[in-house]
T-cell receptor, first 111, second 113 residues
């Protein structure tokens, strides 16, 4: 079973600060997806990274896929309260028939 | 385009009862997956249906079952409820089967007393 470990598990920061969350595995993934889940809602896809070393930007969010495709990071610049939520990474399982989700990073941005 | 809808949003049941949850996917999506989300275990895959056939199944007991109708709407059933079944049950739809982008509904919060 391919596992995805996310760190930190919880993160509380002040508005305007920068932060990075990580998604790591001992296995190679063909791609990784990042989702954000807000209270009372289901997760919403933010980005999919496919190529080793790939960097994708979504406004103040920067996603990077590791060169070996075993890890990924999400960097948020000048965090805002609207960034608060549970950030989940997900990748195809060993059989590539379904998605495996990481345990998530709960981010709270205080005004 | 309407999103994924789930009913009911909240449900309270007692141990031993059974429950049926409903999910309507995005129009045109033929794949529906179900997930269980708990604070301790995170988001865990239950099963996926595509064109009325179960294509994938997670590591859950047989008390958890589902089905999909010809209009792609799906239902999930849990029989003989246990306290540990208390969770947020999320339905997600996708255009194809497999690990594609998932469009999630808001979930059904099930509490078992």
């Amino acid at each position: 079973t391919q596992l995805l470990e996310q760190s930190p598990q919880f993160l509380s920061i002040q508005e305007g600060e920068n932060l990075t969350v990580y998604c790591n595995s001992s296995s190679v993934f063909s791609s990784l997806q990042w989702y954000r889940q807000e209270p009372g809602e289901g997760p919403v896809l933010l980005v999919t990274v496919v190529t080793g070393g790939e960097v994708k930007k979504l406004k103040r969010l920067t996603f990077q896929f590791g060169d070996a495709r075993k890890d990924s990071s999400l960097h948020i610049t000048a965090a805002q309260p609207g960034d608060t939520g549970l950030y989940l990474c997900a990748g195809p399982s060993g059989s590539a028939r379904q998605l495996t989700f990481g345990s998530g990073t709960q981010l709270t941005v205080l005004p | 385009k309407a999103g994924v809808t789930q009913t009911p949003r909240y449900l309270i049941k007692t141990r031993g009862q059974q429950v049926t949850l409903s999910c309507s996917p995005i129009s045109g999506h033929r794949s529906v997956s179900w997930y269980q989300q708990t604070p301790g275990q995170g988001l865990q895959f239950l099963f996926e249906y595509f064109s009325e056939t179960q294509r994938n199944k997670g590591n859950f007991p047989g008390r958890f079952s589902g089905r999909q109708f010809s209009n792609s709407r799906s239902e999930m059933n849990v029989s003989t409820l246990e306290l540990g079944d208390s969770a947020l049950y999320l339905c997600a739809s996708s255009w194809g089967t497999g690990p594609h982008e998932q469009f999630f509904g808001p979930g059904t919060r099930l509490t078992v007393l």
